[in-house]
């Protein structure tokens, strides 16, 4: 996962309380994503990036809201935490050119517990 | 709606031997790429292989290749010569279109490696 960085890495929390989790690159790639990783779904598109300020909804981006107010960091926001958000979330990057075209880089993940 | 359906949630294969993941997939596109992942222990996505649709030879990397057909829409990836570190889940993804070029996965096969 060089080049690619989420924190923090685990978090617990309270239904109801905000949460942010930030990825960090230093790739200088245009497209970043956020996802989801539940037993039994595989990951879920939760919301991308397509440069600064552009931004867009995935299949499940109800609860959540995103902001890339720079280049190098995509942040995910759970504005008030249901159980239900309880998951692994994965940050990926994306470069639309060049050999690595369409190729996603992962970071680490960050796992929520929501109680 | 694009789908991605891997229909072995979990198989097991001797080390050394040979064993086969399968993946079909829905799409109208006619261009397009698919990728298989895979996720060891560590939690961590590693790219395994890809393919790009418009090409008709099949990806090799290594002990690891797959059988593309288009017209079936299926991707299954072949290991060869098992190794007890290839234990891991394995998800087949597909670019979702009209969505900044992100990945829509399969649920995974959990892949375990015996002595």
């Known amino acids: 996962d060089a080049g690619i960085t989420q924190s923090p890495r685990h978090k617990v929390t309270e239904t109801g309380t905000p949460v942010t989790l930030r990825c960090h690159q230093t790739?200088?790639?245009?497209?970043m994503y956020w996802y989801r990783q539940d037993p039994g779904h595989g990951l879920r598109l939760i919301h991308y990036s397509y440069g600064v300020k552009d931004t867009d909804k995935g299949e499940v981006s109800d609860g959540y809201s995103v902001s890339r107010s720079k280049t190098e960091d995509f942040l995910l926001t759970l504005e008030s935490a249901t159980s239900s958000q309880t998951s692994v979330y994965f940050c990926a990057i994306s470069d639309s050119t060049g050999s690595g075209a369409n190729v996603l880089t992962f970071g680490a993940g960050s796992r929520l517990t929501v109680l | 709606a694009q789908t991605v359906t891997q229909s072995q949630p979990e198989m097991s294969v001797q080390e050394a031997e040979t064993v086969t993941l399968s993946c079909t997939y829905d799409?109208?596109?006619?261009?397009?790429?698919l990728f298989w992942y895979k996720q060891p222990p560590s939690r961590q996505m590693i790219l395994v292989i890809r393919q790009e649709a418009y090409k008709q030879q099949n990806a090799t990397e290594n002990r690891f290749s797959v059988n593309f057909q288009k017209a079936a829409k299926s991707f299954s990836l072949k290991i060869s010569d098992s190794q007890l570190g290839d234990t891991a889940m394995y998800f087949c993804?597909?670019?979702?279109?009209?969505?900044?070029?992100?990945?829509?996965f399969g649920k995974g096969t959990s892949l375990l490696v015996t002595p």
């Open positions: 799409t109208s596109e006619n261009n397009y790429y």
């Open positions: 790739e200088n790639h245009r497209y």
């Open positions: 993804a597909f670019i979702y279109s009209n969505s900044g070029y992100a990945l829509n």
